[in-house]
């Protein structure tokens, strides 16, 4: 076999046990995994990283950034994995065709081999048919044109008749190696036509070997690529795994703060729902649908959800509202401002009471705003602009987060405004 061919098998089998080394390392089972944000349904994979996004507001920054390359590993693997496995097959077939390629190219040489000695057996018996001819002439030619009749004259009848055999002789051998030579020439022919026939079969089967070792070094390039793809996404997926464990005390510290807040956040609606009844300052809330105060839809739901990386349970009080940054926030319904600044993980907020209703006060809560539009203690009306959507506080990114709250208790915020 060519040494240009050599070893062209090997290289492609050592490619395919790479590429299925890097596709159960990519699926080793880890203690930590990226877990459900919600009821299983077909989303995007931009969907899925908002979701995880909003899952987790909460955490810290550090955790934050480990999830989000958990969700982006978890959601890259699966199609550079089957990248993996897809040149994995073509490069099997590539080998097997290969190798078939190279089997037709030794055949091919044995071929021309086997063509090339039957070649030279023929010119070989051409040669000596030739040299008998040549001494036939040189005898001819030595004894000049009559003088074989000539010794048959003084002959006696003996001698006669032994001569004239001998010039009979002379005559059938010249013909008999007339004969041989042309048989000869035309066996020369077909058996060089043989040669240039097993000459371009093994050219047509070198052709293809070349061929099948280009697209074979083309796929071992794309299945390097394709396992360097997958050994990066499971080398980030170990890091943020690792980032995740060291975060996860700390973490669930943060989200027990984010409770505490949220449980101040009530004892301060309530206070202020107090001093309303002492100064008889409280009315009934408006009735009808509130409305939806910020132009983005609703990108994360109230209730409780799974932590996308430790798979806790955890409380979302309100909803969140995929709004860009700077849009405006719109009061749900009239009330009075009993809270507008910076509230540690709400960063910026704002907390409306609307009134009464069913002998409960009624409140909003806009959280992570950029700026505010509204100051304590002013009386707004529905619709009215009380600041603009930012990322203040624990945000993974500009929205609003917004609450709704009886007698300062967190409730489904769509019982009471529709998404638009």
């Given at each position: 076999m060519p040494k240009r061919f050599a070893g062209a098998t090997a290289l492609l089998a050592c490619l395919v046990t790479m590429t299925l080394t890097a596709t159960l390392t990519a699926t080793m089972t880890v203690?930590?995994?990226?877990?459900?944000?919600?009821?299983?349904?077909?989303?995007?994979?931009?969907?899925?990283?908002?979701?995880?996004?909003?899952?987790?507001?909460?955490?810290?920054?550090?955790?934050?950034?480990?999830?989000?390359?958990?969700?982006?590993?978890?959601?890259?693997?699966?199609?550079?994995?089957?990248?993996?496995?897809?040149?994995?097959?073509?490069?099997?077939?590539?080998?097997?065709?290969?190798?078939?390629?190279?089997?037709?190219?030794?055949?091919?040489?044995?071929?021309?081999?086997?063509?090339?000695?039957?070649?030279?057996?023929?010119?070989?018996?051409?040669?000596?048919?030739?040299?008998?001819?040549?001494?036939?002439?040189?005898?001819?030619?030595?004894?000049?044109?009559?003088?074989?009749?000539?010794?048959?004259?003084?002959?006696?009848?003996?001698?006669?008749?032994?001569?004239?055999?001998?010039?009979?002789?002379?005559?059938?051998?010249g013909e008999d190696a007339l004969n041989h030579l042309t048989t000869d020439r035309l066996a020369l022919a077909e058996e060089r036509a043989g040669l240039r026939a097993a000459q371009t079969r093994l050219d047509a089967a070198r052709n293809g070997a070349l061929q099948g070792e280009t697209r074979a070094r083309l796929l071992t390039q794309r299945a390097e690529r394709s396992a360097n793809r997958v050994a990066g996404l499971v080398s980030e997926r170990a890091r943020a795994l690792n980032a995740a464990r060291v975060g996860r005390a700390q973490d669930l510290r943060d989200y027990q703060k984010a409770q505490a807040e949220s449980r101040e956040l009530a004892r301060r609606l309530r206070e202020a729902a107090r001093k309303a009844a002492r100064n008889a300052t409280r009315s009934a809330a408006q009735a009808g649908q509130m409305l939806w105060p910020a132009d983005g839809p609703m990108t994360?739901?109230?209730?409780?959800?799974?932590?996308?990386?430790?798979?806790?349970?955890?409380?979302?009080?309100?909803?969140?509202?995929?709004?860009?940054?700077?849009?405006?926030?719109?009061?749900?319904?009239?009330?009075t401002v009993v809270f507008a600044g910076s509230s540690n993980g709400y960063g910026t907020l704002v907390l409306i009471s609307h009134g009464t209703k069913n002998g409960k006060d009624l409140a909003t809560a806009y959280a992570h705003m950029s700026e505010l539009a509204v100051t304590e203690g002013q009386q707004v009306t529905r619709g009215q602009s009380v600041g603009r959507v930012g990322s203040s506080g624990n945000s993974t990114g500009p929205h609003l987060h917004f609450e709704v709250r009886l007698d300062g208790d967190p409730v489904d915020p769509l019982d009471y405004v529709s998404p638009p």
């Open positions: 203690t930590l995994t990226v877990a459900s944000t919600g009821p299983a349904r077909a989303e995007s994979v931009a969907e899925r990283l908002k979701a995880t996004e909003s899952a987790l507001e909460e955490s810290s920054a550090e955790v934050r950034a480990a999830g989000m390359a958990l969700a982006r590993t978890a959601t890259a693997l699966p199609a550079a994995q089957r990248d993996v496995n897809i040149a994995r097959g073509e490069l099997a077939g590539a080998a097997a065709l290969l190798a078939a390629r190279q089997r037709e190219v030794s055949a091919g040489e044995r071929q021309l081999r086997n063509a090339n000695r039957r070649v030279d057996a023929a010119s070989a018996r051409l040669e000596i048919t030739r040299q008998r001819l040549g001494r036939l002439a040189r005898r001819t030619y030595q004894l000049g044109p009559f003088q074989q009749v000539r010794t048959l004259t003084g002959s006696t009848p003996g001698e006669y008749l032994e001569r004239t055999a001998l010039l009979q002789q002379a005559f059938r051998g994360s739901r109230y209730g409780y959800r799974t932590h996308p990386i430790y798979g806790d349970t955890r409380f979302h009080a309100g909803i969140d509202i995929g709004a860009g940054y700077g849009a405006p926030i719109l009061a749900s319904g009239g009330g």
